[in-house]
């Protein structure tokens, strides 16, 4: 654990209080890079299709990830220095502990449709967590699901982009990846998303977010004279 990251152990042990302990992860800061930050802990059963998470950072390397191949969606998802969050889903109780212990970070607003309560952790080093629960625990939403199937963990990896409707025609038309929503539809602090599960090298799937940033109104000052 490298001095810089000495604290985040600690805050994020809390995610270990399952009893399906048996996955590690690690996030890595950026998916251009060899770079791997050190932030490693036990999450949860095991990610979707049974594999091993810790083989996701390969996923996203330049020359593996066949995304970044194209020049139009590579820029659309910022490349070469994406924006890119892991996103983990928890019971309800450890969401709690895991917020109280960082200093009860502002929860994101979320549609009222949506099974999802959320915050974000940021780290040294541009290591992003999303940290999810359910709304109705045992309930049908996708957050419930989840932890219901596989117990705490990643349950996603988030792209920041500029245009997601865009980037979701390239990997319809280029890639033969299709969205799990039929259109982009409002995520959380009036972003705009869509779902796509994508292959691992491995033999799973993952699921990638693509979510777009609204725009941020300008304002207009006038100076007294």
């Not at 099974?115 to 080093?125: I, K, R, Y």
């Not at 796509?196 to 491995?202: G, N, Q």
């Amino acid at each position: 654990m490298r001095p810089e990251l000495k604290d985040a152990p600690a805050k994020l042990l809390l995610l270990a209080s399952s009893r399906y302990n048996s996955l590690r992860i690690h996030v890595q800061s950026s998916c251009f890079s060899d770079h791997r930050a050190s932030v490693s802990r036990p999450l949860g059963k095991k990610s979707r299709g049974g594999h091993d998470l810790s083989r996701w950072p390969h996923f996203c390397r330049r020359g593996r990830f066949l995304w970044w191949k194209d020049a139009e969606l590579a820029g659309l998802l910022l490349g070469p220095s994406p924006v890119v969050t892991v996103g983990l889903a928890v019971e309800r109780a450890t969401f709690g502990r895991i917020r109280v212990a960082n200093g009860t970070p502002r929860l994101a607003e979320v549609p009222a449709e949506q099974d999802a309560e959320e915050f974000e952790l940021h780290f040294p080093d541009g290591v992003l967590l999303d940290v999810l629960t359910t709304r109705e625990p045992g309930g049908s939403g996708a957050i419930a699901r989840y932890l219901a199937k596989f117990g705490e963990g990643a349950q996603q990896v988030e792209f920041r982009c500029e245009n997601v409707d865009r980037a979701t025609e390239i990997l319809k038309e280029k890639f033969n990846v299709k969205p799990v929503c039929p259109a982009t539809r409002p995520g959380a602090d009036g972003t705009r998303v869509n779902f796509f599960l994508v292959p691992t090298p491995a033999g799973g799937k993952v699921l990638i977010e693509l979510y777009e940033v609204p725009a941020v109104p300008q304002t207009l000052t006038t100076t007294a004279r």
